[in-house]
DNA sequence: CGCCTAAAGTGTATGTTTAACACTTAAACA
DNA sequence: TGTTTAAGTGTTAAACATACACTTTAGGCG
């Protein structure tokens, strides 16, 4: 193969991943307990290092799946964090990503395994590098996201109540919503299909569960829809 | 020094960036014409090789200086591309940036030597790699950007008439706007100073100049402002 | 078996924001 | 002094967001 750049420029690249669930309650993240030097020991969100055989997205989808498993998962970009000195080892430049996961779903033995635990992202300890400042910057990309595109979705199982879908938002937000004006807008929207089926997982009357409807999205958008939630 | 990574696993890194101007009628590209191997001849972005010791930011504020000999200018970084073929010569990862440059202060000399041009957005060449995959989403970010921040302002002089913001924002949106409702929406939100001042350039009546003001603008955000245009 | 409890579910009125729309004013120049 | 050209100005109707309280359901328990 032919050469065309310079040899002595090559840097280290790095993929992290900020991994989000919710358990019905909180807005958590995936933390494990780094087992690398330099920093062995501390809390971190998981990463590792693309291949030169393969894309950042796919090092992504890696490195998310080594921890929990789990394939075909809503998985984006974040930012590229490259300071000199954000990983006082060396210079590595990392790529950070975010993931948003259906927290039943996940495989225990590789959380186990990497020392993994779930925190509240009301209550996240202390990480090394920067891992916090990519954590703060998926939270709030999240936040943005979730008003306009369906995303919320990803960290709800297949099927979901009104109420778990008011709590979710509630809980990426920390603000409590209006109840009646929550279930008008997201129904108003037309993207669920409700089942004829009830859970009474969190009430004796059981709230209705409904599902989201990827195809009428589609077809919304094509006629000029916008998704939006107010919080 | 104690090396913590494996030395294998180096990457070629580089940043490109897309370079916006306003020239009081169309939102403009600033392109060059490559001057390297691989594609060498073809249209391209600006771009180079962040060295070990400087930040991913540093690197693009030193290839934006290279080009356009502007420091101070608005710079944001986009995304990072990594797929493995994206670069045919060899894998590279590319950090894209975007940045907002007032068109008349860019230093010809060296727009000369770069073999540079000011491109129509609406009439975009051919370009090299995926520089056309960063272009577009440079316009898609300050598209949304542009709405919901006063970034606009760093396209137009410091101090610009209300036609010619308005003009800004319709080229940004390829869209006419009603001048009475920009007007009435950009004034209500007190951010501008106005001066004693016409600019009779585009007409005889002549049209008063403004000044954007950065004081107001963090005094707004600070009592729970948020900045709004619509298009 | 009926009463209590706890969460699910429902509608209206008011205020705010957006969108649509046409004429007057100013000043240069013929 | 009339003509031309862009700048500047308000109002109305519709859509949307916000605030707010009672009824329904069914399981559990006395």
Request: charge should be neutral; glycine fraction near 4%; aromatic fraction near 12%.
């Amino acid at each position: 193969m032919t050469r065309f750049y310079p040899l002595e420029d090559r840097q280290l690249l790095a993929v992290d991943c900020v991994i989000f669930g919710f358990d019905n309650q909180d807005l958590k993240l995936l933390l494990i307990r780094r087992n690398m030097e330099p920093a062995s020991g501390m809390w971190s969100i998981m990463g590792g290092f693309p291949r030169h055989d393969e894309s950042l997205d796919n090092a992504a989808v890696r490195v998310l799946k080594q921890l929990t498993g789990l394939v075909d998962v809503y998985l984006e970009q974040l930012y590229a964090y490259g300071n000199v000195e954000r990983d006082p080892g060396e210079r590595v430049v990392s790529v950070a990503y975010y993931a948003l996961i259906r927290i039943e779903d996940y495989d225990k033995h590789l959380v186990r395994e990497h020392d993994a635990h779930w925190s509240r992202i009301s209550d996240i300890p202390e990480l090394v590098f920067d891992h916090r400042v990519m954590v703060d910057k998926a939270l709030r990309r999240l936040r943005r996201k979730a008003r306009i595109q369906p995303i919320g979705f990803e960290l709800l199982p297949d099927t979901f109540t009104l109420p778990q879908l008011q709590a979710l938002y509630e809980a990426i937000y920390q603000k409590e919503l209006d109840k009646r004006n929550f279930r008008k807008k997201i129904l108003s929207m037309g993207l669920l299909d409700k089942l004829e089926e009830k859970d009474k997982t969190s009430s004796k009357k059981g709230a209705w569960l409904y599902r989201f409807n990827p195809e009428k999205y589609q077809e919304a958008l094509a006629n000029g829809f916008y998704f939006s939630v107010d919080v």
